[in-house]
């Protein structure tokens, strides 16, 4: 017994200097990334917050301390009521959202600090959906809320059909079919092109004179489509770019996440007698559940951030109907010079995209296997 203890001291001994060692070396090899990640990110959110609180002049000298002007002027207007109609399709959606949570609160038999804050926040979002100008009145910049309508819708429409084009993809050259990787790479080149090249093919491929879309539809009898040109089918376009430009990246993920997946639970749920979609219910679903996270969380920024393909297509138009957020806040900081307002909406985007990705992980990144 005494060489047994004798024998175990220095063990108990060398444990602390190990971690204290391993943790210096954690230390060592992460900071090189830390150092750039505080300069280049937290920095200049840092910065803009704090330049979001002047009247900020890009090439003067003007820096003058305004408060929450800048706010007051993103936010609100002139004679702003409140109305129950206003937005009410939107604010039926956020009423939606939030019988979802408080659903799966219920059933979670869990009362989380993040439901009561998630509960409260979308609650506050659909009373905030209710204000608008009177007869006779204005927003203070009518221009960023149909920037930001414009942001939402596209991020909306366009993040669900990138995700689930992506899985059904995936789910299609799945296993060890034929050429099934050349199909990967095929899907996936779109992605590593320049906006600027993608815009261009696009911009060829949707013109009503001489593009290749209305070449195909003409003999059908489709009059030409002014894609571009039409505030009704403009968003539209954009939409169909990116699809065509970021699903092969879905692609991918979802492919490795389905390389994951322990084939012996397909064969148990067989013998079972799962069909196929009882299979990808109960099986795929549950097995690729943090690449989905990833996915939507990753688009939805993505989404949010659209700016190149507006930009160089649309320019915003025709008249606001493409205009979106990121571009509305490039105009006003480097066009018309006023960093600080530009800064305001650029922590508001942040704060939005924010609570979007909470919100996403709280739903899909929760664990009910536990």
């Not at 990640?37 to 003007?62: E, I, T």
């Not at 305001?344 to 939005?352: D, I």
Request: charged share 10%; net charge positive.
């Amino acid at each position: 017994m005494t060489l047994t203890l004798e024998q175990a001291a220095p063990v108990t001994q060398t444990r602390p200097r190990r971690s204290k060692a391993g943790l210096k070396y954690g230390f060592a090899f992460i900071a090189p990334f830390a150092v750039l990640y505080l300069v280049f990110v937290l920095y200049p959110v840092v910065q803009a917050a704090q330049m979001s609180f002047f009247d900020w002049d890009l090439l003067g000298s003007v820096r003058e301390f305004v408060g929450l002007e800048n706010y007051e002027r993103m936010l609100w207007g002139v004679d702003i009521q409140w109305s129950m109609t206003n937005l009410f399709w939107w604010r039926i959606g956020v009423l939606a959202l939030t019988a979802a949570v408080l659903v799966a609160t219920i059933r979670r038999r869990r009362l989380s600090a993040w439901s009561v804050v998630g509960v409260i926040g979308l609650l506050g979002l659909f009373v905030a959906l209710g204000f608008s100008p009177a007869e006779g009145g204005y927003w203070n910049d009518p221009s960023f809320w149909i920037a930001l309508q414009n942001t939402l819708l596209f991020t909306v429409i366009s993040t669900p059909i990138i995700a689930v084009l992506g899985l059904v993809m995936a789910l299609a050259l799945q296993g060890q079919r034929r050429g099934s990787r050349w199909y990967q790479m095929a899907f996936f080149l779109p992605y590593i092109l320049p906006v600027s090249v993608v815009t261009l093919i696009w911009t060829y491929f949707l013109s009503p004179g001489q593009g290749l879309l209305q070449q195909i539809l003409t003999p059908l009898g489709v009059n030409p489509i002014p894609w571009l040109s039409d505030s009704n089918t403009a968003l539209t376009a954009i939409i169909m770019t990116t699809v065509w430009w970021t699903v092969g990246f879905n692609l991918v993920m979802f492919a490795a996440g389905l390389q994951d997946v322990d084939q012996s639970l397909y064969e148990a749920a067989s013998l079972d007698g799962a069909g196929p979609w009882r299979k990808f219910v109960s099986v795929t679903l549950p097995g690729i559940r943090h690449v989905v996270l990833l996915v939507m969380v990753m688009q939805a920024i993505a989404s949010f951030q659209v700016f190149g393909q507006v930009n160089i297509m649309t320019g915003g138009g025709p008249g606001t109907s493409t205009e979106v957020l990121i571009r509305h806040i490039y105009q006003t900081g480097f066009r018309d010079f006023e960093l600080g307002y530009a800064s305001a909406m650029s922590l508001f985007l942040f704060a939005l995209m924010l609570i979007v990705s909470v919100i996403q992980m709280r739903f899909l990144g929760k664990d009910d296997t536990k």
